[in-house]
């Protein structure tokens, strides 16, 4: 009996994978420019009806299907991101361009990370770094009005192309409508996070987006020259912003392509925060701390949670959760297998930062939450999934790190 889950496809949804199949299977790069026009006609006339989750179906569908191509799941993820980040505007006889972009700047701390609130002189100053630095010469460039959260980001590929148009349409002139922003969550307790921002850049058609587009010099270097000057511009105007943190600056570049890589540039920097943070505020060297690792999921590998316990004890005084990016990082040791096994390299940096014990806890557990505050349980040594309770004696005041 198969464990996919019981998904509705709409005849839209349906169409969806049958073109993306197609293309998959496609022989020559003639055909697939057939393929790829109608599965970007389709996905546009998706995004532009009425409120709906047809991609997110689809996607869900495939991903946790038994028989599905891991192909046709890459194909449509590429054009649902590609059709919702980037839009064509014309205004005044010229038609544009437009591509939404991200610059991710990933902060850890012991200290309340900043909310994103920007001063005026910062947030013109980011703009002219963005149009200077990054963004091709001529090119029109319209940045959000702060930095925003993860919280506070499209939510949906409907969402995104939203966005995508209400800026295009600014940085072209055509239209002057803002920009619908989600209120910012309270992040009151996290150690690591992202804080983004957020733009569209609008080119003449077929003109380069990025400074490093020329022919004639090596794209590689000047985007690499690119990042640094990006960098250091960035700890300029938001040093003082981010006081107390310590921060990785992203290359602004496509929106989904820099979501994706502050996903993965947080992982290390939450396990180092909390680590950090367990030796201080706990008091617990790591000769006194315990780490246990177990991947959870509902259909397979969805994220592995880590589970911190003092020495002395199987009470779990803290945890973090290391999302799974891809599906091919599910895939660990267990490619025709029920057995799953923790990353070598995620315990391996669990004991660079210091923990003496870590324990990979073998199989795939049920992602266990609190029902009372919606809390993750994680484990102990034992294998037992619990709630994170820290001992009366922490100390909650904020400490420097460095």
């Not at 970007?40 to 599905?68: H, M, P, Y």
């Not at 587009?213 to 000057?229: F, K, M, S, V, Y």
């Not at 297998?337 to 990353?343: E, G, I, L, R």
Request: glycine letters at 6%; hydrophobic letters at 40%.
């Amino acid at each position: 009996m198969s464990d996919t889950p019981s998904i509705r496809l709409t005849r839209d949804a349906k169409r969806l994978i049958t073109i993306g199949q197609a293309l998959a299977r496609s022989g020559s790069r003639l055909e697939d420019i057939y393929w790829e026009d109608q599965l970007t006609a389709l996905i546009t006339k998706i995004l532009g009806g009425r409120k709906n989750k047809t991609l997110e179906s689809v996607l869900d569908f495939q991903a946790n299907s038994a028989n599905s191509d891991l192909s046709v799941y890459e194909i449509l993820v590429e054009h649902a991101e590609t059709c919702s980040e980037s839009v064509s505007i014309s205004h005044q006889g010229t038609d544009y361009d437009v591509l939404m972009v991200s610059a991710p700047i990933v902060a850890w701390t012991r200290y309340r990370l900043p909310a994103g609130q920007l001063t005026a002189a910062q947030q013109q100053g980011l703009q002219e770094a963005l149009s200077s630095l990054i963004a091709a010469e001529g090119a029109r460039v319209v940045m959000l009005p702060g930095l925003v959260t993860f919280d506070q980001m499209p939510q949906s590929f409907q969402e995104t192309r939203l966005w995508t148009q209400r800026l295009g349409a600014l940085a072209v002139g055509s239209a002057s409508d803002t920009v619908p922003v989600r209120d910012p969550v309270d992040t009151e307790g996290m150690l690591a996070d992202a804080r983004f921002a957020v733009a569209a850049i609008a080119v003449p058609r077929g003109q380069p987006v990025f400074r490093w587009q020329t022919p004639d010099t090596p794209a590689l270097e000047l985007r690499e020259q690119a990042g640094l000057a990006w960098a250091e511009r960035i700890n300029t105007l938001l040093g003082t912003l981010f006081t107390g943190c310590q921060i990785e600056v992203i290359l602004p570049d496509a929106y989904y392509t820099t979501n994706r890589e502050a996903d993965r540039r947080i992982r290390p920097m939450a396990l180092r925060a909390a680590v950090t943070w367990l030796q201080t505020a706990a008091n617990l060297p790591g000769s006194d701390l315990r780490a246990a690792i177990v991947a959870c999921g509902e259909m397979g590998v969805e994220e592995f949670r880590i589970g911190f316990t003092p020495r002395t004890s199987h009470d779990v005084i803290y945890g973090c959760v290391w999302p799974v990016l891809s599906k091919e990082e599910a895939m660990i040791d267990a490619v025709e297998s029920t057995h799953v096994d923790v990353p070598e390299s995620l315990a391996a940096l669990l004991k660079e930062l210091g923990v003496a014990e870590v324990r990979r806890l073998p199989g795939i557990h049920a992602p266990e939450y609190c029902e009372d505050c919606g809390a993750p349980f994680f484990p102990n040594f034992l294998g037992e999934m619990m709630h994170p309770e820290l001992p009366e004696e922490t100390d909650m005041e904020p400490v420097h790190f460095h």
